[in-house]
Nanobody
């Protein structure tokens, strides 16, 4: 089992920044590829960003490329999502997820463990 706890969400004005953190416990963190997903009200949960075991490979949703950066600190069992130039359409609950296999790293079904989510609200 892996436990994932997100933090860092909040209310920010358009153009502002937030950094989300996801702390993992329970298994060897470096064994997992990690991802961030988001779910807006009334919409499905969608992929935002992902990072491989060592941090050498990263992937992003087109709409966040150049604004969001995913990173990980294996020594501290934490993955981050730095979000800059935030837009109202980025408003959602953001979820951290972990997977043993990076084969389906871009899709919801590819992940084995999920956090409870943290709310991000961007005002216009």
């Amino acid at each position: 089992q892996v436990q994932l706890v997100e933090s860092g969400g909040g209310l920010v004005q358009a153009g502002g920044s937030l950094r989300l953190s996801c702390a993992a416990s329970g298994r060897t963190f470096s064994s997992f590829a990690m991802g961030w997903f988001r779910q807006a009200p009334g919409k499905e949960r969608v992929f935002v960003a992902a990072i491989g075991w060592s941090g050498g490979s990263t992937y992003y949703r087109d709409s966040v490329k150049g604004r969001f950066t995913i990173s990980r600190d294996n020594a501290n069992n934490t993955v981050y999502l730095q979000m800059n130039s935030l837009k109202p359409e980025d408003t959602a609950v953001y979820y951290c997820a972990a997977t043993y296999s990076a084969r389906d790293i871009l899709v919801y079904s590819g992940y084995d463990y999920w956090g409870q989510g943290t709310q991000v609200t961007v005002s216009s």
